[in-house]
């Protein structure tokens, strides 16, 4: 029983690489036929992961599976994977989003060119992304953590040949990079004090108090970088929002429902480490709480539908960050979890709409779109609601966790920043909602600009930004006629759309009811630190105020975007200057390229000076030099005259032989004592 | 009393006349000449010192006569040299034979 419990789990991360390998060596050139690998392998790995975590929910008793991989010196490292209920779940929750985002991405990709390369790559992600979840050690979950980070860079940059995806890739792996150092930094550090790399062995190290517990905080806020570089956590979110320039799928599978989970369910695995440190943990729930109120208030004024989605992530993943600082392991787990499921969902149904829409991104070229689309605008409205948190979506029960987390841990600030975000996020939800759905169409046309529905690599867009009411719309008035054609362009959506984004948006419904507060044998009962966390019912206060957030939230969305008459957004004249302090992103991105230009630049120019006149200059160029001006004047002896020749020939014969008769002090040498001594 | 120091006096003079010579003299001829009387003054030590400090061993005789039959060979190539020399640049001047110079 157990031992195929590993064999499963084993299976389960090896499916994904071997559907790489396929691909990669033998099917890439069938396009068909690659899609079917990876669905059908990430397929198998979806039910197997589901098979295991049945298993683990009736017998829960970890099982850890180990191959002994390296022996440097007494170290021993080994590659193992380690599967108790939290890794179970979040296996199951990677396996089956990813499957589903592959069964999507076979419509999505369908007249792409890379189409046997983007597979592959999602393979290989998927691959990495179970890595990180079954690790049992800090190298491996490292190993894989870059594996991811690979992935990433490939799967942004996918559409390669347009300079802004490009430069999102870099940009993501250049920002990530800063993060992962310090990840490294913080195990080579518990390294140094433990020994070894085993999550078991760091714990029982800090149980039996090996490390002292500045060296431990700081271990634990270097290792807590790298969440914050792969979560996309202030000061490193800048990546995460640029990173939507790659295909939708992508969006949805890495920067909405895995790599992105990837940082905190790290910190979630090693919560050992985290827990044993005060400060740290304080850090943790700062990060978080910042982040939360920073990207929820960007997502607020932002003109592009997966950016809005994009923030709305970051504020997530701090909120749950949020509540495993303040303790809340379980509420943050729980969120992980439930947050996978819609929020793929909503990046699903935006990149639908996109698809149907001629590839438009801008929601203010849309509106009144509910008429051509309505699968996907109700299954968008339904994860709209669970990403807002409304009873009974799951996104309240997680979300409501959270904030019950927060007033428990006594921080009653972070309570009412958790309110002040939730707030927050049901307004930018269904200001996206309404904008696109609902509303008068725009004077925008795709076809009359150009656009044909199969034109995939369309032109670069030019980010217009929110029209301010004052502006003139750029866009000519449309022709009727010319709108009643591209209307007809306006395709159903496929089945292999369909399917999926219902069984996500069934998942976002009802994949909060394992977590009823008061559930006997619920969620808080599986995953949970230390002892069970156990709640009697449901917290009235928290239920109440999170909902009148709610219904302010959508009311004033509604109020505001539901019966505007133009395309513009009438918020960018109430809120004003900060609306633009939204809409740029608190020029984060202007900050860091001056920071960079002014000091990263002069400091670089600072060393390439140094490098060109003292390296090159004294070192290189210096020494050649001199040797070359040597070999000048030594050149000068050789003249080709023979008495000279002999002259110096002679002359060192001289010197030897003085050296000769004074090289031993004190002592006459015998001919000389024979010459003055013989007669 | 004849004692070593004058036959090492001698024969010091005779080295360094030669020396002066070899290093000076333009005519490839003239410096072989001047190397010979160099070896013959190392000659005249050898038998000197043969004679004062070792008597009635013959040595430095022995060494002496091996000398004069090395010089004449060398003397022998030396002549070929400079014959062939004269040939080539019809001179025997040897500021003019700088082919080796860098």
Redesign the interface.
């Known amino acids: 029983m157990r031992i195929e419990t590993e064999l499963l789990a084993w299976a389960v991360l090896f499916l994904p690489l071997a559907s790489f390998l396929v691909i990669s060596l033998v099917t890439w050139p069938y396009k068909k036929v690659s899609g079917l690998v990876t669905v059908t392998g990430i397929g198998i790995s979806a039910v197997l992961s589901i098979w295991i975590l049945s298993r683990i929910i009736a017998d829960p008793t970890p099982v850890s599976s180990t191959w002994h991989w390296l022996t440097v010196g007494s170290v021993k490292i080994d590659f193992g994977c380690l599967i108790d209920p939290l890794s179970a779940s979040m296996m199951m929750a990677v396996c089956v989003v990813s499957f589903l985002i592959q069964v999507y991405s076979t419509a999505y990709m369908e007249h792409d060119e890379g189409y046997s390369r983007f597979f592959a790559f999602m393979a290989l992600f998927t691959f990495s992304m179970l890595g990180i979840v079954l690790a049992n050690n800090f190298l491996m979950i490292y190993i894989f953590w870059e594996l991811v980070g690979l992935c990433s860079y490939l799967l942004i940059g996918f559409w390669f040949f347009k300079p802004a995806a490009a430069a999102a890739a870099k940009k993501a792996f250049v920002v990530t990079r800063f993060g992962d150092f310090g990840f490294l930094l913080g195990i080579l550090l518990l390294f140094h004090f433990v020994g070894g790399f085993g999550y078991g062995e760091i714990a029982h190290a800090i149980e039996s108090g090996y490390i002292p517990p500045v060296w431990l905080t700081i271990a634990t806020v270097l290792v807590f970088c790298g969440a914050i570089g792969k979560s996309a956590q202030f000061p490193l979110h800048v990546w995460l929002p640029d990173a939507m320039e790659g295909p939708t799928p992508v969006s949805a599978l890495i920067h909405a429902a895995t790599m992105v989970a990837a940082g905190v369910y790290m910190v979630a695995r090693t919560y050992d480490l985290f827990h044993s440190s005060d400060q740290a943990m304080l850090v943790v729930a700062y990060i978080g709480g910042i982040t939360a109120f920073l990207a929820a208030s960007m997502a607020v004024a932002q003109s592009r539908m997966k950016r809005i989605v994009a923030y709305s992530t970051c504020s997530h993943l701090a909120y749950m960050m949020m509540a495993l600082g303040l303790g809340g392991y379980t509420a943050g787990v729980f969120h992980l979890l439930t947050h996978c499921f819609f929020k793929a969902l909503l990046f699903l149904s935006a990149g639908a709409v996109m698809t149907l829409y001629f590839h438009e991104e801008n929601i203010w070229r849309m509106g009144g779109l509910y008429r051509y689309m309505k699968v996907t605008a109700i299954v968008m409205i339904l994860g709209g609601l669970s990403n807002a948190g409304l009873f009974p979506f799951a996104g309240f029960f997680s979300k409501d966790e959270i904030l019950v987390a927060a007033k428990e841990s006594g921080h009653i600030g972070f309570y009412w920043l958790g309110v002040l975000v939730a707030l927050f996020t049901a307004f930018y939800t269904f200001r996206l909602i309404f904008v696109v759905f609902f509303g008068p169409r725009s004077e925008w046309s795709p076809v009359s600009h150009g656009h044909g529905h199969d034109d995939h690599h369309h032109e670069e867009l030019p980010d217009i930004g929110n029209p301010r009411p004052s502006q003139t719309w750029k866009m000519q008035p449309v022709d009727p006629a010319v709108r009643a054609e591209s209307d007809r362009h306006l395709r159903k959506e496929p089945w292999a759309m369909i399917i999926p984004l219902s069984i996500l948006a069934t998942a976002a419904v009802v994949a909060g009811f394992v977590g009823w507060p008061g559930l006997e044998h619920g969620f808080s009962s599986f995953i949970f630190f230390e002892h069970p966390h156990h709640v009697a019912g449901f917290d009235i206060p928290t239920v109440v105020i999170s909902h009148i957030v709610l219904i302010v939230g959508i009311g004033a969305a509604w109020a505001i975007y539901g019966k505007r008459k133009t395309a513009a957004d009438p918020l960018s004249e109430m809120l004003g200057p900060i609306y633009r302090l939204f809409e740029r992103k608190y020029y984060f991105d202007e900050i860091y390229l001056w920071f960079i230009r002014r000091f990263i630049d002069g400091g670089a120019a600072v060393l390439a000076w140094f490098e060109e006149n003292v390296f090159t200059g004294v070192f290189a160029n210096g020494i050649g030099g001199l040797m070359m001006e040597m070999g000048r004047v030594l050149r000068l002896f050789q003249n080709g005259l023979v008495q000279r020749y002999a002259l110096i020939f002679f002359l060192g014969v001289l010197v030897l032989v003085i050296i000769l008769i004074y090289s031993v002090p004190g002592e006459v040498p015998g001919a000389i004592a024979a010459i003055g001594g013989v007669k | 009393m004849m ?3 004058c036959y ?1 006096g001698l024969s010091t003079l005779l080295f360094i006349v030669g ?1 002066f010579g ?3 003299k333009r005519s490839a001829v003239v ?1 072989l000449m001047c190397i010979e009387l160099m070896l013959n003054a190392v000659n005249i030590n050898l038998v000197a010192f043969s004679r ?2 070792d008597p009635g061993q013959l040595l430095g005789h022995l060494f002496v006569i091996f000398t004069i039959a090395v010089a004449a060979a060398e003397v022998a190539v030396g002549i070929a040299l400079v014959i062939v020399l004269n040939r080539y640049r019809d001179t025997i001047n ?2 003019d ?6």
């Open positions: 004692d070593l120091s090492l020396l070899a290093l000076t410096v004062f400090l040897l500021d034979f700088t082919w080796l110079k860098g």
